[in-house]
C-alpha cells in the first residue's frame, strides 16, 4: 500500500512540476481588426509568465524563430502548421532563458517571460498580404510585433525596470531590426538591451557565394537593408550578438548553393570536422572571417 500511496504522490508532485512549466497561448487584443494576423489570417498572439518578487518589474521577450518561406508556395506549405498559422499553437513549456526554475535559469526566472510566436514567415517585419492562386497570403510580421508590444505595455512593461528583445534564427534577426524601434516604445524604463542569437545572417561580400545569399534573401524581401549588417552600426541600444563561428544552418544553407551541395559529405564535415576536405575547411573560415569582420 505504501509503494502505491508513493507513486500517487509521485505522480501529483510531477503533475505539479509540469503544470507550473506550461504556459498557454495568450491571442494579441483585438488582432483581427488590426491585422495583427498569422499567414492564414488567424489571431497571432504570445505566451506569457507574469513576474513576481524582485523580477516583477522586469520584462524578458523571446522572439520564436522559424526561417522564412521564399516564395508563394513554399508560404502555403506552411499554412497548416504553427508556422503560418494560430489554430497550431498548444501550450508551451518555458525552458532555458525562460524557465521558472531558479537553478536552471537563476537571472530570469522571475522576470515577466514572454514566448512570441512566429508565424509570418518574415522575421515579424512585412504589412501586406497576397491574394493570388490558393490561399490568400497575410504577411503581418510588423502589426503582429507591434500589437505583442502593446498587449504588454498594457500589463506594465511601460513603467518596468528592465526590459529585453531577445530571439533566435528568423527571430534573431528580427531583433536587431527592432531594436531601436523596440526602445524608442519604452521611455520610460531603466534599462533597455537586446540579444539576438543565431541572427546574424549576412551576404558577405568577400565570402564565397555572395551573390547566392543576395538572390535568395532578395526572394524573400527586397530591402537590401535585410541584412543586418548594413545597420547594425547604426543601432543605439545595447545590443548582443550570439552567433556561432561555424554556424551549422548558415554554412549548410546560405553559404554553398544547392547546386554544388553535396549533403552527405557536408553533414559528416558539420558533424565532424576531422572529416571536412581543406576546400570545406577553407570555406568555414572564410565565413567566419567574414562574421567577424563585421561585427567586431
Known amino acids: 500500500m505504501w509503494k502505491l500511496h508513493c507513486m500517487i504522490i509521485c505522480l501529483m508532485a510531477a503533475c505539479l512540476l509540469a ?6 497561448f495568450t491571442e494579441v487584443a483585438n488582432a483581427t481588426q488590426r491585422r495583427a494576423v498569422c499567414m492564414d489570417g488567424s489571431p497571432a498572439g504570445y505566451y506569457y509568465s507574469a ?3 524582485d523580477g516583477a518589474k522586469n520584462w524578458l521577450l523571446f522572439l520564436m524563430g522559424g526561417g522564412w518561406c521564399d516564395n508563394v508556395d513554399d508560404c502555403q506549405s506552411k499554412l497548416n502548421q504553427s508556422l503560418g498559422s494560430s489554430k497550431f499553437m498548444p501550450s508551451k513549456t518555458f525552458s532555458e532563458v525562460l524557465s521558472p526554475n531558479s537553478q536552471i535559469n ?27 492562386q490558393g490561399p490568400r497570403l ?37 531583433t536587431i531590426l527592432h531594436c531601436d524601434g523596440f526602445r524608442a516604445r519604452l521611455p520610460d524604463v531603466g534599462r533597455v538591451k537586446c540579444l539576438s542569437d543565431g541572427g546574424f545572417f549576412f551576404r558577405g561580400e568577400n565570402v564565397l557565394n555572395a551573390d ?8 524573400v524581401i527586397t530591402l537590401h537593408c535585410f541584412f543586418p549588417e548594413n545597420l547594425v552600426r547604426d543601432i ?38 576531422s572529416t571536412c576536405t581543406s576546400t570545406d575547411k577553407q570555406l568555414i573560415t572564410e565565413h567566419t572571417r567574414g562574421l567577424c569582420k563585421l561585427v567586431l
Open 106 to 132: 537563476p537571472d530570469f526566472y522571475n522576470w515577466n517571460r514572454i514566448f512570441v510566436a512566429y508565424c509570418d514567415q518574415s522575421s515579424f517585419l512585412g504589412d501586406t498580404e497576397f491574394d493570388g
Open 138 to 174: 497575410q504577411f503581418r510580421g510588423s502589426r503582429i510585433f507591434d500589437a505583442v508590444v502593446d498587449d504588454l505595455l498594457a500589463k506594465g512593461m511601460g513603467v518596468g525596470e528592465n526590459a529585453i528583445l531577445s530571439g533566435i534564427s528568423a527571430g534573431g534577426l528580427a
Open 19 to 24: 503544470s507550473s512549466f506550461n504556459v498557454s
Open 51 to 53: 513576474g513576481s518578487g
Open 212 to 219: 547566392y545569399r543576395e538572390k535568395y534573401f532578395a526572394s
Open 236 to 273: 543605439q541600444t545595447p545590443i548582443f550578438i550570439l552567433d556561432s563561428a561555424f554556424d551549422a544552418y548558415q554554412v549548410r544553407f546560405r553559404l554553398v548553393p544547392p547546386s554544388s551541395y553535396d549533403r552527405i559529405r557536408w553533414d559528416l564535415c558539420l558533424g565532424n570536422i
